[in-house]
C-alpha cells in the first residue's frame, strides 16, 4: 500500500518537475524520511498524507488508492448544495436555460 502511494506521489511530483527535497522541505520533513515513506521502508503517518495533499493540491484519496482521480473534491456551500439539488429536480429545459443564464451572467461579469 505505501509503495502504491510512493508511486503516486512519484508520478505527480515528476508531472510537475518537483524534486523529492523541494516536496520534503514544504511538508516539514527531512529528505531520507521522505524517500523511506515513498520506497514502504516506513509507513506513510496520516498527518504526512494530509500534508502531502495539500501542497500538491490532490486528493488524499488519490493517495490511498481509493479513487484513480487525483482532484481534490470541491466543498460547497450549503447554498450551492440546494442550488444542485434544486437543478437536478428540472425539466432538461429548464436546466439548459438555467445553463445559459448563468453563462449570460459570466460574460456580464467579464465586462466590468
Given at each position: 500500500?505505501?509503495?502504491m502511494?510512493g508511486?503516486?506521489?512519484?508520478?505527480?511530483?515528476?508531472?510537475?518537475?518537483?524534486?523529492?527535497?523541494?516536496?520534503?522541505?514544504k511538508?516539514?520533513?527531512?529528505?531520507?524520511?521522505?524517500?523511506n515513506?515513498?520506497?514502504?521502508r516506513?509507513?506513510f503517518?496520516?498527518?504526512?498524507?494530509?500534508?502531502v495533499?495539500?501542497?500538491?493540491d490532490?486528493s488524499?484519496?488519490?493517495l490511498?488508492?481509493?479513487?484513480?482521480?487525483?482532484?481534490?473534491?470541491?466543498r460547497?456551500?450549503?447554498t450551492?448544495?440546494?442550488?444542485?439539488?434544486?437543478?437536478?429536480g428540472?425539466y432538461?429545459?429548464?436546466?439548459?436555460?438555467?445553463?445559459?443564464q448563468?453563462?449570460f451572467?459570466?460574460?456580464?461579469?467579464r465586462?466590468?
Amino acid at each position: 500500500m505505501d509503495t502504491m502511494i510512493g508511486e503516486r506521489i512519484h508520478n505527480i511530483i515528476e508531472d510537475r518537475r518537483i524534486t523529492q527535497t523541494a516536496l520534503a522541505e514544504k511538508i516539514g520533513i527531512k529528505l531520507s524520511t521522505l524517500n523511506n515513506y515513498m520506497t514502504g521502508r516506513s509507513k506513510f503517518p496520516p498527518e504526512v498524507l494530509r500534508q502531502v495533499s495539500e501542497v500538491l493540491d490532490i486528493s488524499s484519496d488519490y493517495l490511498l488508492g481509493l479513487t484513480d482521480t487525483s482532484e481534490r473534491p470541491i466543498r460547497l456551500s450549503k447554498t450551492e448544495k440546494l442550488m444542485i439539488k434544486t437543478l437536478r429536480g428540472l425539466y432538461r429545459d429548464q436546466q439548459e436555460a438555467v445553463h445559459n443564464q448563468i453563462q449570460f451572467f459570466q460574460k456580464q461579469n467579464r465586462r466590468e
